[in-house]
């Protein structure tokens, strides 16, 4: 009875052991982290499970006890709130800066634009305008930023279509569901959402540095810090360049 009590014991640490370590990643991030995970993955074999939200759900759901051990945001406040909260580590590392992107279905190229002009005319002639919650995504929150830095804000407002994170926004255009919106550069000249639309690149003075952090929970196994280690190395360092960020 006893070797078998043993055992029992045995068998739940091992299972408990093989639970893959839980990563919140911001949307915009993607295809990016995609990429970074797999350049890991190649000489490391912690296993972890990845999640891609929107900065401010995540945010709640690890206040609420959620067992992410690693979060990687779009933004400083979110993780910067955490950390107040006395759920991290510390305070964390920038780790990218991202660009905000104006995009549209292939039909009304957003490509071509040239000035304020030429986007008050592709968003007066568009049905939808899709943007991430600005409460949730700091995408979203650049958006309506520009919006009103351009004087747009009253044009757009009426049309204005919520995705929960980027990546929805970025889908409701893919689909056709809204003709434009704003999205982060890293989804917007990706292979999957290029095919059907096309960009630009926004003036950054026109919105607040989206200046992206993340933060390890407390408790943060061997693993996590590892890929928190690795994110910060040349090696993602030239992945995040290669999706249009700025890196430390």
């Not at 945001?73 to 955490?82: N, R, V």
Request: with cysteine; net charge positive.
């Amino acid at each position: 009875m006893r070797t078998l009590i043993v055992s029992l014991i045995l068998l739940c640490s091992q299972s408990l052991g093989a639970q893959p370590v839980m990563v919140a990643v911001a949307a915009n991030m993607k295809e990016a982290f995609t990429e970074i995970a797999a350049a890991y993955k190649t000489n490391n074999q912690s296993d972890f499970r990845v999640v891609y939200g929107s900065s401010g759900n995540f945010t709640a759901q690890i206040m609420n006890g959620a067992p992410f051990k690693l979060f990687i945001s779009a933004d400083e406040h979110f993780p910067l709130e955490l950390y107040r909260q006395g759920k991290t580590i510390n305070e964390g590392t920038v780790y990218a800066i991202g660009k905000l992107t104006f995009i549209s279905k292939k039909s009304f190229n957003a490509s071509s634009l040239k000035n304020k002009a030429d986007l008050a005319k592709l968003i007066g002639n568009a049905n939808k305008v899709a943007i991430a919650k600005p409460d949730l995504a700091p995408y979203g929150k650049a958006a309506i930023e520009y919006l009103k830095a351009e004087g747009l804000w009253e044009l757009a407002k009426d049309k204005l279509i919520y995705g929960d994170n980027i990546g929805v926004a970025t889908m409701y255009v893919v689909s056709g569901a809204a003709d434009v919106g704003f999205t982060a550069l890293s989804l917007a000249s990706s292979a999957d959402v290029a095919k059907e639309t096309s960009y630009t690149v926004l003036d950054s003075k026109q919105y607040q540095p989206i200046a992206q952090r993340m933060v390890l929970m407390k408790r943060a196994p061997k693993e996590a810090i590892e890929l928190y280690q690795f994110m910060q190395s040349p090696q993602a360092k030239g992945i995040l360049q290669k999706y249009g960020y700025i890196t430390p």
